[in-house]
């Protein structure tokens, strides 16, 4: 007997298609196109979806102690996440949050900038820099290898009024990142604007 | 033999292939933010507090020589060693040789002779030379054997420290030496910028060196361009040396420090300069000061907006003038629309658009820092720059750029006029810049 009713079903349904499944998940797709693109802009949508989205280009990572979770209070309050998490038209991509990959860009010889991994993974990220390689390279742009950031694509001028224990906290928060690597991808020359850069114009 | 001492003098750096000259040195490392002509006006130096030293004025904060006088070639060279890693000023030791440090130090120290500031160190002071001799942090008094150190003279010596510290310092530094005393938060150095008393509790914050030594000799000559006051009159030979060991006996190591508490702080600094503080390190102004046509931003006008961000496919979405001007600025909001916009993006006539202004970031500050920095931005000098609103394409156009961008096509931007701000402002600066504009 019970193995009969499933045939039964089977057999009604061609009979009677029902039109409300497609519609709903035309409805559906439509929706989650809506909602992961960034083309309607954030204005038509709801506060609250817009911060639930953009929320997911943070890290989730739970701060262990005061440092960290001062770190965290920082790193997401001072927008980090704008440019070191990669981002396109379907909006942040939060399984890449803070590993680097947005584009900086301006209209003149500035050119085009990508922000770097922040996770600590020791090759592409920040794993092998101690604390004061940190500071120096928050403060002054002048990384370990001796290379100095563009500070207008690294606002290292404005992070320089860090106070040095809110450096310290952030640099904690970040090394209990997970490690991820995120081999660099290449500037792109020539007017290509794209929609995972991040374009100042003047 | 030759190639060992070269490849020691550049371990683990690439070997500079002939000795780069101190003016080399100078315009590789050091023009960004003190300037080629050494004044300090760098094109990194805008948003930097405090601004990088202008070397043409003579005057040096770390020296070993009394106030007004120039400083050692020695102590330029180890200001420039070890850097001042409060601020943007980092140690170069890492990166130049001690020949290229001396090369660049000479070249830095030429500037003040050019503009006419007479030439010649003034007398090194003497520093007492047993400062040094045992590093006394609290825990090297608690556990040094009898032998190694008189730890009851030390004891006493701390004591006198104490002392004079908490009758001549604390008003600044605060009893606990964190820079949270009575008068913090109320202090402006040389160029009208808000300086706070270092936390002396953290070693890295000495620009002019945390041992005992190096802490008498910064009490002795002064910080010149500083509110730090010198104490070789006010306290004698003796007493400031009791004061450097207690200074130095405060430092905690960073793996063991704690964090100011939240109270404390607030306590300490005016709701203003906490907001100052959060506004400039959250670079508000990476956007809302307008940039000139080589891409750097100006100094002036300060956070008068003006910079187009595009998101491609999407609109161009000029920064607001965010300033206190009557008519192109935030004059008639209240500090809690202020707040209530950057927290939750509803601006009192519109929406914000999460993608050019975060505001889903600003949204995880808490109440208080979110009224502080509408506190400062309520306050900011109102400079008059007129900024077009946003435009948003049309909403087929992006659905067609987002088609375009599927297949790997470009996407077009936005016909939007330019905006050159800059421009305008240069022309009208005497007119619009600064406190006249308040009179009218």
Redesign the interface.
């Given at each position: 007997m019970s193995k009969r009713a499933p045939n039964k079903m089977l057999k009604k349904m061609p009979k009677k298609p029902n039109w409300m499944s497609p519609m709903i998940t035309v409805g559906v797709v439509v929706l989650l196109v809506w909602v992961f693109?960034?083309?309607?802009?954030?204005?038509i949508m709801p506060?609250g979806m817009?911060?639930w989205r953009?929320?997911q280009s943070?890290p989730m990572t739970e701060p262990k102690n005061?440092?960290q979770a001062?770190g965290k209070?920082l790193v997401?309050?001072?927008?980090c996440?704008?440019c070191h998490t990669p981002f396109s038209?379907i909006g942040p991509h939060h399984w890449k949050a803070l590993q680097g990959g947005m584009r900086v860009r301006?209209?003149?010889?500035?050119g085009e900038r990508l922000a770097l991994n922040l996770t600590p993974d020791p090759e592409t990220g920040i794993g092998n820099w101690t604390?004061?390689d940190f500071?120096?390279a928050m403060?002054?742009?002048?990384y370990?290898d001796?290379h100095?950031a563009h500070?207008?694509a690294m606002?290292?001028?404005?992070?320089?009024?860090?106070?040095?224990?809110?450096m310290?906290?952030m640099y904690r928060y970040l090394m209990a990142l997970p490690p991820a690597k995120q081999p660099k991808s290449k500037p792109i020359r020539g007017?290509?604007?794209?929609?995972d850069?991040?374009?100042?114009?003047? | 033999m030759i190639y060992t001492v070269m490849a020691l003098m550049g371990a683990g750096?690439?070997v500079v292939a002939h000795a780069a000259s101190g003016k080399e040195i100078y315009a590789q490392?050091c023009a960004?933010?003190h300037g080629d002509t050494g004044r300090g006006d760098g094109p990194?130096?805008?948003?930097?507090?405090p601004w990088p030293r202008d070397f043409t004025t003579g005057q040096y904060k770390f020296r070993s020589t009394p106030i007004g006088t120039l400083p050692m070639l020695q102590d330029v060279e180890r200001t420039i060693a070890n850097?001042i890693?409060?601020?943007?000023?980092?140690?170069y030791r890492?990166?130049l040789s001690a020949e290229e440090i001396r090369r660049v130090a000479e070249y830095t120290m030429d500037f003040s002779k050019a503009s006419g500031v007479p030439d010649g160190a003034g007398q090194s002071v003497s520093v007492p030379g047993d400062l040094d001799a045992a590093t006394p942090t609290a825990s090297a008094v608690s556990t040094a054997s009898p032998t190694s150190l008189n730890r009851s003279a030390l004891t006493e010596r701390l004591a006198r420290g104490k002392k004079a510290y908490t009758k001549n310092c604390a008003v600044c530094h605060g009893n606990d030496g964190r820079g949270l005393g009575e008068l913090a938060g109320q202090m402006r150095d040389t160029n009208g910028f808000l300086t706070n008393p270092v936390?002396l509790t953290?070693a890295?914050?000495y620009g002019g060196g945390s041992n005992p030594s190096d802490i008498y000799r910064t009490l002795t000559t002064g910080i010149a361009g500083s509110p730090m006051p010198r104490f070789d009159a006010v306290l004698d030979d003796e007493t400031r040396g009791d004061v450097a060991v207690y200074v130095a006996s405060l430092q905690v190591a960073?793996a063991e420090?704690?964090?100011?508490s939240r109270e404390a702080w607030n306590k300490a600094l005016p709701s203003r300069e906490r907001g100052e503080?959060m506004t400039?390190?959250?670079?508000c102004?990476?956007?809302h000061n307008?940039?000139?046509?080589?891409?750097?931003?100006y100094s002036e006008p300060y956070m008068a907006g003006g910079?187009?961000?595009?998101?491609?496919?999407?609109?161009?979405f000029p920064t607001r003038n965010i300033t206190s001007h009557p008519e192109d600025g935030l004059a008639d909001w209240t500090e809690a629309q202020i707040a209530r916009t950057i927290t939750?993006?509803?601006a009192p006539d519109?929406?914000?658009?999460?993608?050019s202004m975060?505001w889903?970031?600003?949204?995880?500050?808490?109440d208080e820092?979110s009224k502080d920095i509408a506190a400062y931005v309520k306050k900011l000098t109102p400079i008059q720059n007129k900024v077009p609103m946003r435009v948003?394409e049309p909403?087929w156009k992006?659905?067609w750029?987002?088609l375009r961008?599927l297949v790997g096509l470009?996407?077009?931007?936005l016909e939007?006029p330019?905006?050159?701000?800059?421009d305008r402002f240069m022309q009208t600066k005497g007119k619009s810049a600064g406190s006249e504009q308040r009179d009218e």
């Open positions: 693109s960034i083309w309607p802009g954030t204005t506060a817009v911060k953009l929320d943070i005061d440092w001062r209070y997401t309050t001072a927008g996440a704008m038209w301006w209209d003149n010889e500035l604390e004061e500071i120096t403060k002054s742009g002048l370990p001796g100095a500070w207008q606002p290292w001028d404005m992070h320089s009024n860090w106070s040095l224990d809110d310290r906290a007017p290509r604007p794209r929609s850069t991040f374009y100042f114009g003047t | 750096f690439s490392h960004r933010c990194a130096h805008t948003m930097q507090r850097g890693p409060r601020t943007s000023m980092s140690g890492k990166w936390d953290d890295l914050g960073p420090r704690t964090l100011v503080y400039r390190a959250m670079s102004a990476l956007c307008a940039y000139d046509k080589s891409g750097e931003y910079v187009a961000i595009t998101i491609p496919g999407l609109g161009v939750t993006g509803y519109r929406r914000i658009e999460a993608f975060p889903v970031y600003f949204s995880h500050l808490t820092d948003y909403i992006r659905i750029g987002r961008q470009e996407l077009g931007r939007y330019p905006l050159s701000v800059g």
